[in-house]
């Protein structure tokens, strides 16, 4: 039985003369996600995108297609559907063979008709009636419940022909990742800076990722940790480079010459010039934080505007407004928490005063910096220092279990 992929659009129906920037975007997206495992066909009609097994191995990985298909963005629901020709005892037979088993387990169904080829004889409600009945005497301990079934047998004609398929499974929504340009994303390897690199990405935004290393304060375990989760999320976001800023000696000066109670600011004021530095030398147009409003002393409304004016890219902050309970959520689902807690020091958690400013003045921070005249000079060798780290998102994630060696 063959059997198709079929990936239906959210709010890219609702464009306008762009829209086929954005479908271009989204077909080249599943042509790539599905390229390694076998001969797939990728192809549009009625702003539904197909994506078809077109030989044994590719039909052999269809789970695995359909996986990796469920993470594009751009998809606001995807379903699974056998095929056959636009003739109704071969609807009749195909879902019967595609979905008997299934309705076999269950107590209730409907079935739902769409009609989109005009010239198929049967209208609608006629092919939901016909098929419903058909499949009532297959199975003659069902009812049928058309408000809350335990399943909606779906039946679509469409130009190439007939689909047969149960519920559709939710995608992730958004836009294809690239369509609203590029980022870079602040991923220090807490719970935070992945999730807020997959709200990102949902947007549209391809990524790349800056990562501060303070050696030996933090160790190559910790380095690894982010490693993993750069590959983990490239499953959503895509491939990227992560770079690895060595901060150790920036880090110490602004220890040893800043009022302790600032550190924290003034130490995130000094990653955000490193990193602006960084964005312009890949034509980047935004950085990207993990900051949820209040959640830290580094970020009061009065914190984040000091760190907002060290440079002069905008900084989106898409978890600003959540509770750590909906972003510890949004982690399990993307598959990035268990990574995220593991143990490891990070350089924003080291040199921590005990006491900082909640509510610093940017008049007292840039005072601040004005008695840290070699900063400048120390962040700039910083930035040209990086190591860029490819980020392949055909490779599968780390192993965990070796962050633990």
């Not at 739902?112 to 009636?129: H, T």
């Amino acid at each position: 039985m063959k059997e198709v992929i079929l990936c239906y659009q959210g709010e890219m129906a609702l464009k306008g003369l762009n829209k086929a920037t954005f479908e271009a975007a989204l077909a080249k997206a599943l042509r790539f996600r599905v390229r390694e495992l076998g001969k797939f066909q990728v192809y549009k009609a009625q702003s539904t995108m197909y994506v078809e097994p077109r030989d044994e191995e590719a039909a052999a990985n269809f789970d695995e297609a359909f996986k990796r298909v469920s993470q594009v963005f751009g998809l606001a629901a995807l379903s699974r559907a056998a095929v056959c020709e636009k003739d109704f005892e071969a609807i009749k037979a195909t879902a019967e063979s595609y979905l008997g088993e299934t309705l076999r387990g269950l107590r209730t169904f409907k079935v739902e008709a769409k009609r989109s080829d005009k010239s198929f004889p049967m209208k609608s409600p006629e092919i939901s009636r016909e098929l419903g009945g058909f499949l009532l005497s297959k199975h003659p301990h069902l009812k049928v419940d058309v408000h809350h079934p335990d399943i909606v047998v779906m039946v679509e004609v469409r130009d190439y022909g007939a689909y047969i398929h149960g519920p559709k499974v939710p995608g992730p929504g958004g836009l294809p990742v690239g369509t609203s340009g590029r980022a870079v994303n602040m991923l220090s390897g807490g719970i935070d800076s992945p999730v807020a690199a997959w709200y990102m990405a949902r947007r549209g935004l391809a990524l790349h990722h800056i990562h501060f290393a303070s050696p030996p304060y933090t160790s190559e375990a910790a380095k690894r940790k982010v490693q993993t989760l750069a590959q983990t999320i490239s499953g959503y976001t895509g491939s990227c480079v992560l770079y690895v800023v060595p901060y150790t000696t920036p880090q110490e000066y602004i220890r040893d010459h800043a009022p302790d109670v600032l550190f924290t600011v003034l130490m995130r004021r000094s990653m955000m010039r490193i990193a602006n530095r960084i964005a312009k030398e890949i034509d980047a147009k935004a950085l990207v934080t993990g900051e949820s409003l209040a959640q830290v002393a580094s970020q009061t409304l009065m914190a984040l505007a000091c760190t907002d004016a060290a440079q002069d890219l905008p900084i989106l902050r898409p978890l600003i407004g959540m509770d750590k309970t909906e972003i510890v959520e949004v982690a399990r689902r993307i598959g990035t928490f268990e990574t995220s807690i593991l143990p490891y020091e990070d350089c924003c958690t080291i040199f921590t005063p005990p006491h900082p400013k909640t509510k610093p003045t940017l008049a007292e921070v840039e005072a601040a910096e004005a008695e840290m005249p070699g900063l400048a000079a120390l962040e700039e060798q910083a930035a040209k220092d990086v190591e860029r780290i490819r980020i392949d998102m055909r490779k599968a994630a780390g192993d965990e279990d070796d962050l633990l060696l």
